[in-house]
C-alpha cells in the first residue's frame, strides 16, 4: 500500500497531477485505493487485494477522464452549431427562441428543443404502442390489465413471470428504453446499459417525509445491512468505484454498510427537498448537466420487479404505467435539450443568448430595426435584449423547472393544482362543442402548406368510425396522445400542471368521457396521415420539383435535396391495405436502408418535427410561449406561482392560438397575402365559433340563438378564438356560470371561492338584518355549477341540472319557481331564446326550436 501512495506523490511531483487541486485530488486518490485495499484483503492474498486495488483505482479514473472528455467535446460541437445559426443571422432574437420553440417565418433552420421532445415522444409511443393499448389508463382510472402490467413491470426488472404477452411487451419498453440511453450517449451523456434496467423511480417526497429518513432508510437497508429489496451487487459505490457488495444477496458490512446508509440519507435529503432540475426525480445531485444526471439515474436497483412494485406503492408517486412511460418521455426531453443546447443546457443556451446579443449588437449599429411578434417596429437589440428573458423563461417551462414547485411550497402547489383540475371537471365537460373550431384551423393549416383542407375533415371522421383506418394509422407511427399518459386532455388547455393523481384522474376521466379527448386525438391523427400522404404524393419528384409550398416547407426547416431524396426512397414508403402510399418518420427510420442507424435516427426525428410543429398549426394547443406570456417563471405553490396559473386558466390555450397565428401572418410573403389569410382565418373561426355557441346553448337546454344580430358574431368570434366565456358579456352582465368580469378575469379559483364565499357572507348579512335566508337556493346553485363530471359532461349536463340541481332547488328554497321564471325571462332578453328543457321539469316539454337560429321568434 505504501508503494502505491508513494506512485500517487511522484505524480503530484512530476507534473502528471498539477493545478491547485493537484493535492486534494492525490488525497482522494489515496483514499479510494485504501478503501479498496482494506476491503479485498479480507478476501483475498495481500499481494492480490493491492493488484486489483490499483487497477480498479486506475479504471475509475479512465472512466471519469472519457466521460468529462466525450462531454466537453458534444458541448463544443453545439456551441460551434449554435454560432453558425445565430451570428449571422438577421433575426437573432427570433433564431433564438426558435432554438427552444420553433418560431414560424423566423427564418430558422435549425432544430428546436420542444419540436424534438415532442417527436421523440411520439416515436417512443409508437414502439410501445402494444403496452400503451393493453395496459394504458381506464376511461374511469386504473390500468386496462392490472395483472398483466404487473407482469411487465417484473419482466422488465428480468423477473420472469411465465406470460409471454407480457415478456413481448417488455421487451418494446426495453427496446425503446435502450435506445433512448444510445441517444443520450450520443449526446455526451454517460448511462451504463443495464439488462434489467426496469423503470425509472419516482418518489413521493410527501410520503418520504411522513415516513421520516430513518424508516425510509430501513426499508431500503436494514440497520445491520443483513436484508434489503435492492440489489446491491448492480449499484456502485461512488467513494469506490464498484458496488457495494461483490454478489447479490451478500450482507453489507463495515465501510459498504457505512457508505450506503450515507448514499440513502442523501437521496433522501435530495428527494425531499424537492431538489430537482427535471420534472421526473431521480436519484442525483441538483445543479449538474444532463449528461451527469442520467449517470446516476439508477443508483437504486432493486432485486425485482416486485421489489419495485412493493416500493412503489408505498413511496411512489404514480402507478407503474405513469413511472414506465413518464422514464421513457423524461428522456426525450432531456434528449431533445441535449440535442439543441450540448450535455449541459444552461451553459449552451448562455453561449447561444451572449452570440445573438452580439449579433444584435452589429445590426443595431446598422441601424436595422425589425417587428416583434405583434407587429410593432423596434430596434433589434431591444427585441434580443426582451428575447432572451422570455426565451430562458420558455427553457425553464420546457424543462420542467418553471412548474416544480417552491422549496417548502409543496402542499400549496398541491393542493391549487388539485383544485384546477377539480375545475376542469366540473366545467369543461362540453369543451367538445368548443373544439369543433379545430376544424377551421386543421383545413387553414393544410392550405398554408399546400396540402387540401378538404380531405383531412373527411380523414378525421374515418378515423373516428373505422378501427382499421386507426389500426393503419398505428403501423405508420401515429399512436393517440392520450393512450400514452393521464391529463393529456386537461393538458391542452392548462399546460403542465403539479396536483395530486387523483384529481388528475377525475379532470382526465371528465375529458374522456365528453369525447374531447379521441376528438383531438384522431384530429392530430388525421392532420399527420394527411401530411405523411403528401410527401408520398411528392415523392417521385426532386426536392426542386416539388410543390412549391412543400418545398418551402423543407428547406425552411433544414432538409436538403440529397436528405429528400434519401427520404424518398420508394422501398420506406407504406403501402395501405387500399393502395395509399404514405412517408411517415417512424416507418421510414424502421424501414430504411440507406443510412447507418444513428444517421437515420437523426434524419427521422427533424422530419417528426415538422410533423409536430405543423400540427400545432392545426390542432393547437398550450404551448410554451403562451405560458410564459402569463407565468413566466413562477413557480407552484408560490403566491405569485398561483395567482398566474388562476387568472390565466382556459386564457392560455386562446394566447397561445393567437401567437401561432400572428406567427403565420406575419410568415407570408406578401402583405396581401397577410391580408387573404387573416380574413379567412377569421372568418373560419368565426362560422365555426358560432357553430359552438350554438351547440352550447343546445346541451344548456335552451333553442339556437339568433343570428341575426351583432352581438351574437361578437361572442362567436371570441368562441372561435378560445375565450367564449368573454361573449357572454356581449349579451348579459354575467358570465356563463353567474361571475362577473371581475371574477372572469381573475380566472376560475377566483370564481369558486366567490362560490363558496360570496353566499356564506350574503345569507350572514340577511341574518343579521332579519331577512329570510336564501340559503337553500345558494346550496343548490353550488351543486348545480360546481359538480364534477355530472354538472359538466354536455349530455349529462342539463338532466343534472333538471334532476338534482332544480329539484333540490325546489325543496330548500321557497321562492325556487320564481327564480326559474326569473331565469328564463332573463335568457330570453340577454340572449333572445327560450326553453325547450324548462326549469324545475324533470323532462323536456318539447323540441329544441332551431328556426330560433335565423330569428324567427320563440
Not at 275 to 303: C, D, I, S
Not at 380 to 401: C, N
Not at 658 to 685: C, D, E, H
Not at 754 to 767: C, E, G, H, L, W
Request: with cysteine.
Amino acid at each position: 500500500m505504501a508503494n502505491m501512495h508513494d506512485c500517487i506523490d511522484a505524480a503530484v511531483n512530476s507534473g502528471q497531477l498539477n493545478g491547485a487541486s493537484a493535492q486534494a485530488k492525490a488525497q482522494a486518490a489515496k483514499n479510494v485505493y485504501t478503501e479498496l485495499y482494506d476491503r479485498y484483503r479480507t478476501v483475498m492474498p495481500d499481494a492480490q487485494a493491492q493488484m486489483l486495488a490499483k487497477k480498479d483505482l486506475g479504471e475509475a479514473t479512465r472512466r471519469a477522464k472519457h466521460s468529462r472528455f466525450h462531454a466537453v467535446t458534444n458541448q463544443l460541437q453545439t456551441m460551434r452549431r449554435i454560432h453558425a445559426l445565430l451570428a449571422q443571422s438577421d433575426r437573432p432574437d427570433l433564431h433564438l427562441q426558435s432554438m427552444v420553440e420553433y418560431v414560424e417565418g423566423s427564418g430558422y433552420t435549425g432544430e428546436s428543443v420542444a419540436s424534438l421532445q415532442r417527436a421523440y415522444i411520439t416515436s417512443i409511443n409508437s414502439g410501445i404502442r402494444d403496452f400503451l393499448k393493453e395496459t394504458g389508463i381506464r376511461k374511469r382510472g386504473g390500468s386496462r390489465d392490472p395483472k398483466l402490467l404487473d407482469h411487465v413491470i417484473r419482466e422488465l426488472h428480468a423477473e420472469a413471470t411465465g406470460n409471454a404477452q407480457a415478456k413481448q411487451l417488455a421487451d418494446a419498453v426495453r427496446a425503446q428504453q435502450q435506445r433512448m440511453r444510445r441517444e443520450f450517449n450520443a449526446r455526451g451523456g454517460d448511462i451504463g446499459e443495464l439488462s434489467d434496467y426496469g423503470i425509472m423511480h419516482t418518489h413521493d417526497p410527501m410520503a418520504m417525509r411522513k415516513a421520516g429518513k430513518d424508516a425510509w432508510r430501513r426499508s431500503l437497508l436494514s440497520d445491520d445491512g443483513a436484508t434489503s429489496p435492492l440489489d446491491w451487487s448492480r449499484i456502485v459505490n461512488k467513494r469506490t468505484g464498484r458496488p457495494f457488495a461483490a454478489q447479490p444477496g451478500q450482507r453489507l458490512a463495515g465501510g459498504d454498510l457505512a457508505d450506503a446508509r450515507a448514499m440513502l440519507d442523501e437521496i433522501y435529503g435530495n428527494v425531499t427537498s424537492m431538489g430537482w432540475q427535471n420534472r421526473y426525480p431521480k436519484m442525483m445531485a441538483t445543479g449538474k448537466a444532463l449528461y451527469n444526471q442520467r449517470a446516476e439515474a439508477r443508483v437504486l436497483h432493486f432485486k425485482s420487479g416486485s421489489d419495485w412494485l412493493a416500493y412503489n406503492k408505498t413511496f411512489g408517486t404514480g402507478d407503474p404505467f405513469s413511472s414506465a412511460v413518464g422514464g421513457l418521455h423524461g428522456l426525450a426531453r432531456d434528449v431533445a435539450l441535449m440535442r439543441v443546447l450540448g450535455p449541459n443546457p444552461n451553459a449552451g443556451f448562455e453561449f447561444a443568448a451572449q452570440t445573438a446579443e452580439k449579433r444584435a449588437q452589429e445590426l443595431h449599429a446598422k441601424g436595422q430595426r425589425n417587428r416583434n411578434i405583434l407587429g410593432l417596429k423596434n430596434d433589434i437589440d431591444k427585441l434580443t435584449e426582451r428575447s432572451i428573458t422570455r426565451t430562458k423563461a420558455m427553457l425553464a417551462q420546457a424543462d420542467g423547472t418553471a412548474n416544480m414547485p417552491a422549496k417548502g411550497y409543496e402542499a400549496s402547489a398541491a393542493f391549487f393544482g388539485a383544485t384546477r383540475q377539480y375545475i376542469v371537471a366540473t366545467k369543461l365537460g362540453s369543451a367538445l362543442a368548443s373544439s369543433v373550431t379545430d376544424t377551421a384551423t386543421m383545413e387553414i393549416a393544410a392550405q398554408t402548406i399546400g396540402m387540401g383542407g378538404g380531405r383531412i375533415l373527411t380523414r378525421h371522421v374515418e378515423l373516428m368510425a373505422s378501427s382499421a383506418t386507426r389500426e393503419t394509422a398505428a403501423q405508420m407511427g401515429w399512436v393517440a396522445d392520450t393512450l400514452a399518459t393521464t391529463g393529456a386532455g386537461a393538458a391542452r388547455y392548462l399546460g403542465e400542471t403539479f396536483s395530486p393523481e387523483v384529481t388528475r384522474r377525475l379532470a382526465d376521466f371528465t375529458l374522456r368521457a365528453s369525447g374531447l379527448n379521441f376528438w383531438t386525438d384522431m384530429g392530430r391523427t388525421a392532420f399527420k396521415m394527411e401530411l405523411s400522404g403528401y410527401l408520398a404524393t411528392n415523392a417521385g419528384r426532386t426536392l426542386q420539383d416539388v410543390d412549391p409550398k412543400l418545398r418551402a416547407l423543407l428547406e425552411g426547416r433544414g432538409i436538403t435535396a440529397a436528405e429528400w431524396d434519401i427520404l424518398r426512397d420508394p422501398a420506406s414508403l407504406m403501402t395501405a391495405p387500399n393502395g395509399a402510399s404514405f412517408l411517415s418518420p417512424q416507418w421510414w427510420l424502421e424501414h430504411q436502408t440507406k443510412l447507418p442507424r444513428d444517421q437515420a435516427e437523426g434524419l427521422a426525428m427533424r422530419l417528426q418535427a415538422i410533423f409536430e410543429e405543423q400540427q400545432e398549426f392545426a390542432i393547437p394547443s398550450v404551448n410554451l410561449a403562451g405560458r410564459v406570456a402569463f407565468q413566466d417563471t413562477a413557480q407552484p405553490g408560490t403566491f405569485l406561482g398561483e395567482l398566474a396559473r388562476s387568472g390565466v386558466m382556459f386564457k392560455s390555450f386562446a394566447m397561445s392560438l393567437m401567437i401561432n397565428q400572428m406567427r403565420r401572418f406575419w410568415a407570408q410573403p406578401t402583405p396581401l397575402a397577410r391580408v387573404a389569410y387573416a380574413v379567412k382565418l377569421g372568418a373560419s373561426l368565426t362560422l365555426m365559433g358560432a357553430v359552438a355557441v350554438q351547440l352550447k346553448e343546445l346541451a344548456k337546454g335552451r333553442d339556437p340563438r339568433p343570428m341575426d344580430n351583432m352581438k351574437f358574431w361578437a361572442a362567436a368570434g371570441l368562441q372561435g378564438g378560445g375565450l367564449g366565456i368573454f361573449g357572454d358579456f356581449f349579451a348579459a352582465g354575467t358570465n356563463r356560470f353567474g361571475g362577473g368580469i371581475p371574477e372572469t378575469l381573475a380566472g376560475p379559483v377566483a370564481g369558486l371561492v366567490a362560490d363558496i364565499a360570496v353566499p356564506i357572507s350574503s345569507n350572514v348579512s340577511r341574518a343579521a338584518q332579519g331577512e329570510d335566508l336564501l340559503l337553500g337556493r345558494d346550496i343548490a346553485n353550488f351543486v348545480r355549477f360546481n359538480t364534477p363530471v355530472a354538472s359538466s359532461l354536455w349530455y349529462l349536463r342539463r338532466p343534472f341540472d333538471a334532476w338534482v340541481g332544480d329539484q333540490l332547488q325546489l325543496l330548500l328554497d321557497p321562492e325556487a319557481d320564481i327564480a326559474f321564471r326569473r331565469a328564463t325571462r332573463r335568457a330570453e332578453q340577454d340572449y333572445g331564446t327560450s326553453l325547450w328543457w324548462k326549469r324545475g321539469e324533470v323532462l323536456p316539454s318539447r323540441w329544441p326550436n332551431y328556426s330560433n337560429a335565423l330569428g324567427g321568434g320563440q
